[in-house]
């Protein structure tokens, strides 16, 4: 079977903290892409990643992908109230268009 | 330049009941995927059309079914609905680009069978 297990699962912080957000796979991707999604909506596309060891960022967003393109994480950096929402990393593996997503984390930033 | 869009917004029906959903992919999109969203979990890949054909089917069974037309605009049909049909329908359009895969989505469909 084909997972991405994101960790944590649920995060809850202060306005102003940072926070680093993991997405791990055994398969191989071509590359990945992470989305927020707000209750009752669609995923926002946030990132696409396709290179091993690339790192993009975007503004307090910054993406990584790992070297043997099997993880990739998300880190935010003095995090914001407008940060809050459902997180997911996706992708297909390698050699199939079974696009799957991960498990989600779930961000609240208090204010 | 439009997204993607999804019709209708909302939908109640019945248990064995059939329903369609639809979706126009984003301008320039020429692959179309549907995703099924239970609350609180992530989208579950259905399937991908891309020139008028299936080509890739996720874990769901014969009850779902699609259609891609040649303006590239896909249909999702669902037949004898079960209860844990309910839930949200995403449909999602991207561009055959290589290595990419980026989806873009649309708004869904919120989908209750009773």
């Known amino acids: 079977t084909q997972l991405l297990e994101q960790s944590p699962q649920f995060l809850s912080i202060q306005e102003g903290e940072n926070l680093t957000v993991y997405c791990n796979s055994s398969s191989v991707f071509s590359s990945l892409q992470w989305y927020r999604q707000e209750p009752g909506e669609g995923p926002v596309l946030l990132v696409t990643?396709?290179?091993?060891?690339e790192v993009k960022k975007l503004k307090r967003l910054t993406f990584q992908f790992g070297d043997a393109r099997k993880d990739s994480s998300l880190h935010i950096t003095a995090a914001q109230p407008g940060d809050t929402g459902l997180y997911l990393c996706a992708g297909a593996p390698r050699g199939t268009y079974k696009y799957i997503f991960g498990t989600g984390t779930r961000l609240k930033v208090l204010a | 330049d439009a997204g993607v869009t999804q019709s209708p917004t909302h939908l109640i029906k019945t248990r064995g009941q059939q329903v369609t959903l639809r979706c126009s992919p984003k301008s320039g999109h020429d692959t179309v995927s549907w995703y099924q969203q239970a609350l609180g979990q992530g989208p579950q890949f259905i399937f991908q059309?891309?020139?008028?054909?299936?080509?890739q089917r996720g874990n769901f069974p014969d009850r779902f079914s699609g259609h891609q037309f040649p303006n590239y605009s896909s249909e999702l049909n669902v037949n004898a609905l079960l209860l844990g049909d309910s839930a949200l329908y995403l449909c999602?359009?991207?561009?055959?680009?290589?290595?990419?895969?980026?989806?873009?989505f649309g708004p869904g469909t919120r989908l209750t069978v009773t």
């Open positions: 059309y891309y020139e008028e054909e299936e080509r």
């Open positions: 999602a359009s991207s561009a055959v680009e290589g290595v990419r895969n980026e989806q873009y």
């Open positions: 990643v396709v290179t091993g060891g």
